[in-house]
Nanobody, 120 residues
Framework: QVQLVESGGGLVQPGGSLRLSCAASGFIFSSYAMSWVRQAPGKGLEWVSGINSGGGSTYYADSVKGRFTISRDNAKNTLSLQMNSLKPEDTAVYYC?????????????WGQGTQVTVSS
């Protein structure tokens, strides 16, 4: 079955960096787009970033554009999110999600999430 396991979250000071990883299994990773979605305390889900199946096209929410970088390694079935210049408003649980097709759009499987806290 599809499994998505996130890691790399933690506590970081404003302006700092973190790198999230997602280990995928149970499906042909290289055939599907992948996304990162977050949920801040007391708020709804926010799509953060997506990448197509081949890794050649990336997409970002305006709130993270220029600060976050999504990437994937299809040989290792891993998805990553490099987060720089972190702000307190980036505090959230971050979820790795599998897309329905090769292009980001509809999400059909989610990981358990990893907590990111940005605070001094």
């Amino acid at each position: 079955q599809v499994q998505l396991v996130e890691s790399g979250g933690g506590l970081v000071q404003p302006g700092g960096s973190l790198r999230l990883s997602c280990a995928a299994s149970g499906f042909i990773f290289s055939s599907y787009a992948m996304s990162w979605v977050r949920q801040a305390p007391g708020k709804g889900l926010e799509w953060v970033s997506g990448i197509n199946s081949g890794g050649g096209s990336t997409y970002y929410a305006d709130s993270v554009k220029g600060r976050f970088t999504i990437s994937r390694d299809n040989a290792k079935n891993t998805l990553s999110l490099q987060m720089n210049s972190l702000k307190p408003e980036d505090t959230a649980v971050y979820y790795c999600a599998k897309d329905w097709t090769a292009i980001p759009g509809i999400l059909d499987y989610w990981g358990q999430g990893t907590q990111v806290t940005v605070s001094s």
